[in-house]
T-cell receptor, first 108, second 113 residues
C-alpha cells in the first residue's frame, strides 16, 4: 500500500513563530487532506488539496503531486494551534490512509 | 454541510460485554462509511469499510466476528464491539465521504475494565 511519511514528528514553538510541516507519499493520489486533531480527538479538516496551493487565514498548504509531497504552513502560531496534524491520502480505495502525524505544541 | 455525528462520545464497559457505536451522516446520504481505530499517540488505522445494504469489508488483521458492522440505511452505520476486552480500549472514529472529501465523526473513546 501507499506509504505516507510526515515530518517532523514533534515540534515545539513559541507563540508567534512560523512553521512548515511536510508530508511525503509514495504513490499518485486522488485526494489529499490535512487535518488538525484537537486534544479531545476531534479531526478538523483544514484543507482538501490534491494539488496546488490554498490559503485559509494563517494556514496555507501546497501539494506538488508530481514530486509526491505536500506542505502545511502555519504562520503566527497561537496556543490553540496545539495538537496533532495529519495528512491523509486516498489512492482510489476511497478510504483515507493517514500519516503518522506531527505533534505540535505552541507555548505562550 | 457534510456533518457526521457519532455517539456515544465515550463509554466504559465491563470485560465480556458488547458496545454499540453509531455513526450518522446528518445532511447527506452515504453509501459507504469507514471505521478507524486510534491507539494513544498513534495514527488512525482503517478497520473496515461499511457498505449500505451489503457486507462490510475488513482490513487484514481485524476480526469481523468481534467488530460487527451494520449499514442498514444510507445515513446510519453501526459498529458493535462484541465480548470486549481491555485490549479493545481505544478511540474509534467513523468517516463518510461527500464528493471527494472525507468528513469525520467526533469519535468514541472506549474503555474496557
Amino acid at each position: 500500500g501507499i506509504q505516507v511519511e510526515q515530518s517532523p514528528p514533534d515540534l515545539i514553538l513559541q507563540e508567534g513563530a512560523n512553521s512548515t510541516l511536510r508530508c511525503n507519499f509514495s504513490d499518485s493520489v486522488n485526494n489529499l487532506q490535512w487535518f488538525h486533531q484537537n486534544p479531545w480527538g476531534q479531526l478538523i479538516n483544514l484543507f482538501y488539496i490534491p494539488s496546488g496551493t490554498k490559503q485559509n487565514g494563517r494556514l496555507s498548504a501546497t501539494t506538488v503531486a508530481t514530486e509526491r509531497y505536500s506542505l502545511l504552513y502555519i504562520s503566527s502560531s497561537q496556543t490553540t494551534d496545539s495538537g496533532v496534524y495529519f495528512c491523509a491520502l486516498d489512492t482510489g480505495r476511497r478510504a483515507l490512509t493517514f500519516g503518522s502525524g506531527t505533534r505540535l505544541q505552541v507555548q505562550p | 454541510g457534510a456533518v457526521v455525528s457519532q455517539h456515544p462520545s465515550w463509554v466504559i464497559c465491563k470485560s465480556g460485554t458488547s458496545v454499540k457505536i453509531e455513526c450518522r451522516s446528518l445532511d447527506f446520504q452515504a453509501t459507504t462509511m469507514f471505521w478507524y481505530r486510534q491507539f494513544p499517540k498513534q495514527s488512525l488505522m482503517l478497520m473496515a469499510t461499511s457498505n449500505e445494504g451489503s457486507k462490510a469489508t475488513y482490513e487484514q488483521g481485524v476480526e469481523k466476528d468481534k467488530f460487527l458492522i451494520n449499514h442498514a440505511s444510507l445515513t446510519l452505520s453501526t459498529l458493535t464491539v462484541t465480548s470486549a476486552h481491555p485490549e479493545d480500549s481505544s478511540f474509534y472514529i467513523c468517516s463518510a465521504r461527500r464528493g471527494n472529501m472525507g468528513t469525520f465523526g467526533s469519535g468514541t473513546r472506549l474503555t474496557v475494565v
